[in-house]
């Protein structure tokens, strides 16, 4: 099993929709889970931490299932400016160490006017 | 909001050349890292330092590459020979606990 997969997309929605990304991990001792967004030739930018269940801010809502090892993203009110390639993230580990991060392509995500 | 910034946004340089990449991280954070990006495919790690060495590396991060902490706000990114499959997005990114933030990346073109 791969470290991290999620749905390449891409997804197509319309402005105003309602889209969920899903995400599974390999790893349960995994403590940390993060949301990136990617713009094409950007940097990535972090969007959401996860360190318990779940977390919520304003339109973004991500949850975490240890039991299935997934994380979902859910984007509600879907804006044009949405529109970007969103990355799920395990480290490794948590605390001390090197940290990096592990990076797969990502789901596209384009909003439709 | 204090953000990681780099320098240059873009270099370009011929095959063989050294170049250096600039990174300033965020004042309070104590771990950096190098990632890159080459066109079309996802950013790979390079490189982690703390404590001022290296912590951990990739199989990328061969002895043509390496890094510095200069003084008390630079993190550079040195390549000593250029090659052409080194064009890519070369991000620095930092982090104080667990959230790691990027700078807006130098593009490299190696001609």
């Known amino acids: 099993r791969k470290e991290v997969e999620q749905d390449p997309g891409p997804f197509n929605v319309p402005e105003g929709a309602t889209v969920a990304f899903n995400c599974t991990y390999s790893?349960?001792?995994?403590?940390?889970f993060f949301w990136y967004r990617q713009d094409c030739r950007k940097e990535p930018k972090l969007l959401m931490s996860?360190?318990?269940s779940g977390n919520e801010d304003g339109r973004f809502t991500a949850q975490l299932n240890r039991a299935s090892q997934y994380i979902s993203l859910l984007i509600r009110d879907s804006k044009l400016s949405d529109s970007a390639t969103y990355l799920c993230?395990?480290?490794?580990?948590?605390?001390?160490?090197?940290?990096?991060?592990?990076f797969g392509k990502g789901t596209k995500l384009s909003v439709i006017p | 909001e204090p953000e990681v910034t780099q320098t240059p946004s873009h270099q370009v340089t011929q095959m063989g050349q050294e170049v250096i990449l600039r990174c300033v991280p965020i004042?309070?954070?104590?771990?950096f890292y190098w990632y890159r990006q080459i066109l079309g495919q996802k950013v790979e790690f390079l490189v982690s330092?703390?404590?001022?060495?290296?912590?951990?590396k990739s199989e990328i991060f061969d002895d043509q590459f390496s890094v510095e902490r200069p003084d008390g706000s630079n993190f550079t990114l040195k390549i000593r020979s250029t090659k052409l499959e080194d064009s890519a997005m070369y991000f620095c990114?930092?982090?104080?606990?667990?959230?790691?933030?990027f700078g807006p990346g130098t593009r490299l073109t190696v001609t």
């Open positions: 990114a930092s982090r104080r606990v667990d959230e790691q933030y």
């Open positions: 790893n349960s001792a995994s403590q940390s």
């Open positions: 996860v360190y318990s």
């Open positions: 993230v395990v480290p490794p580990y948590s605390g001390a160490g090197s940290y990096q991060l592990t």
């Open positions: 004042s309070n954070h104590l771990y």
């Open positions: 330092f703390y404590n001022n060495e290296i912590s951990e």
